[in-house]
Antibody, heavy 115, light 113 residues
Framework: EVQLVESGGDLVQPGGSLRLSCAAS????????MHWVRQAPGKGLVWVSHISGDGRTTSYAESVKGRFTISRDNAKSTLYLQMNSLRAEDTAVYYCTRTRSFGPWGQGTLVTVSS | DVVMTQSPLSLPVTLGQPASISCRSS???????????LSWFQQRPGQSPRRLIYQVSNRDSGVPDRFSGSGSGTDFTLKISRVEAEDVGVYYC??????????FGQGTKVELQ
């Protein structure tokens, strides 16, 4: 069974940094592209970032480009999202998901940016 | 960027009755390989999103057959043949043909009348 477990969410001040992790199991991690998607409180789903299976290709939403960095450790079957220069508008539940068509999803981890 | 537009945004439903959600894209979602990468997701209250349908009409494992997806090009539909109480939640369409970015519809809230 495919499992994705996010962690690392926390309360952080504006301008601060945070690193999210997504531990994967039940599939060949290195063979799957991975994504981060976020959902602000009471709002819809927004794609944040993508990384190819070998880690060589990445892409970002314009709203996070230059501030967030996606990476992966295929030996540990773990996906990461390094978030710097955090803003109040980055407050959201962050989900990881896999493959081109986003199936399945983890349970999410909450990031709150507030002073 | 491809804009995904869902309608309606709110859908009151009656148990046992059919329901339908429309999703339109700002450009054709047919990819160069001939496939159409349009997916539907369900998000029940307090839960993570769950994919129901991929490539327009393929149901994911464990998804009840009362859910069906159809459409082509720029117009797509998710249908629930007979609504059950557990179907309450928000439904999103998403395109993964033209990326980045991957883009979602605004979401349709399905609630019992």
């Amino acid at each position: 069974e495919v499992q994705l477990v996010e962690s690392g969410g926390d309360l952080v001040q504006p301008g601060g940094s945070l690193r999210l992790s997504c531990a994967a199991s039940g599939f060949t991690f290195s063979g799957s592209s991975m994504h981060w998607v976020r959902q602000a409180p009471g709002k819809g789903l927004v794609w944040v970032s993508h990384i190819s299976g070998d880690g060589r290709t990445t892409s970002y939403a314009e709203s996070v480009k230059g501030r967030f960095t996606i990476s992966r450790d295929n030996a540990k079957s773990t996906l990461y999202l390094q978030m710097n220069s955090l803003r109040a508008e980055d407050t959201a539940v962050y989900y990881c998901t896999r493959t081109r068509s986003f199936g399945p999803w983890g349970q999410g981890t909450l990031v709150t940016v507030s002073s | 960027d491809v804009v995904m537009t869902q309608s309606p945004l709110s859908l009151p439903v009656t148990l046992g009755q059919p329901a339908s959600i429309s999703c339109r894209s700002s450009q054709s979602l047919v990819y160069s390989d001939g496939n159409t990468y349009l997916s539907w997701f369900q998000q029940r209250p307090g839960q993570s999103p769950r994919r129901l349908i991929y490539q327009v009409s393929n149901r994911d494992s464990g998804v009840p057959d009362r859910f069906s997806g159809s459409g082509s090009g720029t117009d797509f539909t998710l249908k629930i043949s007979r609504v059950e109480a557990e179907d309450v939640g928000v439904y999103y369409c998403m395109q993964s043909t033209h990326w980045p970015p991957w883009t979602f519809g605004q979401g349709t809230k399905v609630e019992l009348q």
